[in-house]
């Protein structure tokens, strides 16, 4: 008898992807002519959270635009990023951002619904936390369900951790 097959669906960001995307864009920032004067700068706030400031709206969404730039260079799905409007702080503009680290209830449940409507018979799904486990005794099934929800078009990054 074939034992089950699993993996578990994800929403998580490689720190360290993302901590070399912010240092490439300071640097970019610090380098560039039209970033000259204008006080543009880039920095972690806090675990998840990117702040960019600048003295005016423009150069703040610019900052904001080299930083998605680099992070899509090393490969970070910018569905990870949740980036605030431009807000006044004085004479100086800031944007916060936020980095997504897991999966809330309400998107644990279309993903659930998703391989519930439209996964092949036989494959269940167990919320751990933050994680949907997806199992099968197919492997063929396992697969057909990672390639249904690559084509989803979730608002959130996903990805597929300990296939076995």
Same mark, same amino acid.
């Given at each position: 008898?074939?034992?089950?097959?699993?993996?578990?669906?994800?929403?998580?960001?490689?720190?360290?992807?993302?901590?070399?995307?912010?240092?490439?864009?300071?640097?970019?920032? @610090?380098?560039?002519?039209?970033?000259?004067?204008?006080?543009?700068?880039?920095?972690?706030?806090?675990?998840?959270?990117?702040?960019?400031?600048?003295? @005016?709206?423009?150069?703040?969404?610019?900052?904001?635009?080299?930083?998605?730039?680099?992070?899509?260079?090393?490969?970070?799905?910018?569905? @990870?990023?949740?980036?605030?409007?431009?807000?006044?702080?004085?004479?100086?503009?800031?944007?916060?951002?936020?980095?997504?680290?897991?999966?809330?209830?309400?998107?644990?449940?279309?993903?659930?619904?998703?391989?519930?409507?439209?996964?092949?018979?036989?494959?269940?799904?167990?919320?751990?936390?933050?994680?949907?486990?997806?199992?099968?005794?197919?492997?063929?099934?396992?697969?057909?369900?990672?390639?249904?929800?690559?084509?989803?078009?979730?608002?959130? @990054?996903?990805?597929?951790?300990?296939?076995?």
């Amino acid at each position: 008898m074939a034992s089950e097959s699993s993996f578990d669906v994800v929403s998580k960001v490689d720190r360290q992807e993302v901590d070399n995307a912010l240092n490439q864009a300071s640097k970019e920032i @610090a380098q560039r002519f039209d970033f000259r004067g204008t006080g543009a700068s880039i920095r972690w706030l806090g675990e998840l959270g990117v702040e960019m400031e600048a003295s @005016a709206e423009d150069r703040v969404n610019a900052v904001l635009d080299v930083f998605k730039d680099k992070l899509v260079k090393r490969k970070v799905s910018l569905k @990870a990023l949740d980036a605030g409007e431009p807000r006044a702080s004085g004479t100086i503009y800031k944007i916060t951002a936020t980095l997504q680290d897991g999966l809330d209830q309400d998107q644990v449940k279309k993903i659930t619904k998703a391989i519930r409507d439209d996964a092949p018979k036989g494959v269940k799904t167990q919320v751990q936390g933050d994680e949907v486990r997806v199992s099968s005794k197919s492997k063929n099934d396992l697969q057909a369900v990672m390639a249904m929800l690559r084509e989803q078009d979730f608002d959130f @990054a996903v990805q597929f951790i300990n296939y076995r």
